[in-house]
């Protein structure tokens, strides 16, 4: 039950290694729980962001195969199709929406949000940590709670 009152606190890692270790341990916890619980009302929408993300990480592996084919090169050409420019944009969206549950907002906050180009890189380096999430979830031994 969703309560926006409530209020909880956490210890946040210090270090980025720390971050990504946190990062990859919750991504991790929520395809084991996903495999394990199946699709009920709890997590339908987990499933769905899981395929949107398995869909464009897809789209952006044929894209350099298809590059690899065709030039020889692990070229990526960028160039302004609709469908990425406006899941970037909601992307950055939903970077500020989230700003509204914070008590107290840290101008750094909002200027690293309102830069581009610091939130594109956490996307790729978190999205990297996704895989391996995957990875690990699907053929590793499993996590230790």
């Keep these: 039950m969703f309560c926006p ?17 946190q990062r990859l341990r919750w991504m991790r916890g929520g ?18 962001q899981h395929l949107l993300f398995i869909l464009l990480f897809a789209g952006v592996v044929s894209h350099l195969l298809v590059n690899l084919i065709l ?11 609709p469908v990425p420019l406006v899941l970037a944009g909601l992307g950055q969206v939903w970077s500020l929406y989230k700003l509204r549950f914070l008590e107290r907002i840290e101008p750094g906050d909002l200027a690293l ?3 581009v ?29």
């Design 5 to 21: 009152r409530m209020r909880a606190w956490t210890k946040v890692p210090l270090t980025f290694k720390s971050f990504f270790r």
């Design 31 to 48: 395809i084991d729980i996903l495999l394990q619980s199946c699709i009920d009302r709890f997590t339908l929408g987990d499933l769905c």
């Design 71 to 81: 030039d020889g090169t692990w070229r990526i050409r960028f160039f302004l199709h």
């Design 113 to 115: 949000r309102l830069a």
């Design 117 to 145: 180009l610091p939130e594109l890189l956490v996307a790729v380096v978190l999205s990297f940590l996704q895989v391996r999430a995957y990875f690990l979830s699907l053929f590793a031994r499993p996590q230790e709670w």
